[in-house]
């Protein structure tokens, strides 16, 4: 019984931090748990996942696994709602920007067949900018214009994404991932409409505007586990398949009508273009899965 409200009594505080987003004083107490009970998968799951999130990747955030509900009842969101499993995975807190990307250009990554899909290799060469060289389609001589560091990258397609984020050692999140850490708070344990919460603010996200705007500037448009701009700025390619021919983008953009902005920013709104869309209001941001 000593043994068990001893268990019981550091869980909670476990929890608690946790909960603060405390991860390393949450470890404290559920290494002290696992010492305590050491057949507790529980527990140990628990405290294997706080370890990955107190060595979480600069630019990342954790995000624990656990069982979620995502998608609507609203036959236009095309995402029906359902439960989904996930295992623990860190995602990027900002969407790409033009700086990182312009590593991956100057590095030869659009020479480098072996971070691209392998039925596009023979195709790399079609991904110009507006003077027909590598890169993204609204850049010029290779790179992007002067002062936009900062901007999220624009005119990759799912593809170049896909590239990009294997030669960084990451990955596309998926359409679940993507939405669990837009919409879901562990605080309240409860799923928002918006990044921001359940009401539609044009204000909250870079959306009354007619280009994007640097990362992170909107305040406002902060999910709950700490992702900047998820709801506006670019729509953002997932690694998830629609209907086979088509890819999941999610969020919404710049460059709409607010009407049109107020559904697109939903969480569970899915938008699905063909892999070779390229478009001035879509970029992405990696995910990543700890290694076991």
Not at 179 to 184: I, L
């Amino acid at each position: 019984l000593c043994i068990e409200n001893a268990v019981n009594y550091h869980r909670r505080l476990a929890y608690g931090e946790f909960i603060k987003e405390n991860y390393t004083e949450a470890l404290k107490y559920a290494r002290i748990v696992t010492n305590l009970k050491p057949g507790d998968s529980e527990a140990l799951r628990f405290a294997k996942e706080l370890t990955w999130a107190c060595e979480t990747p600069e630019g990342m955030v954790p995000v624990f696994s656990g069982i979620f509900t995502i998608g609507s009842h609203i036959s236009s969101d095309r995402n029906p709602s359902r439960k989904v499993s996930l295992k623990f995975f860190y995602i990027d807190r900002y969407e790409v920007r033009n700086k990182e990307y312009k590593k991956f250009v100057d590095a030869g990554g659009y020479q480098s067949e072996v971070f691209w899909d392998a039925e596009i290799r023979g195709q790399i060469n079609r991904f110009v900018d507006k003077t027909g060289q590598p890169g993204p389609a609204f850049w010029e001589n290779g790179t992007y214009p002067q002062g936009k560091d900062d901007f999220p990258v624009a005119g990759v397609c799912w593809y170049e994404a896909r590239a990009y984020a294997r030669w960084a050692g990451k990955r596309l999140p998926t359409e679940e991932e993507w939405e669990v850490a837009a919409s879901y708070d562990r605080k309240t344990d409860k799923y928002l409409l918006y990044p921001w919460g359940d009401t539609w603010n044009v204000k909250a996200g870079n959306f009354d505007s007619i280009e994007s705007t640097a990362v992170g500037v909107n305040q406002m448009d902060l999910s709950p586990v700490g992702c900047y701009d998820m709801g506006g700025n670019l729509f953002e390619w997932t690694d998830s398949a629609y209907q086979e021919r088509y890819r999941v983008i999610k969020g919404g953009s710049f460059g709409l009508s607010e009407d049109t902005m107020s559904r697109f920013a939903r969480n569970p709104k899915r938008k699905s273009p063909e892999p070779l869309y390229r478009s001035a209001n879509t970029g992405f941001r990696c995910a990543m899965s700890p290694s076991e």
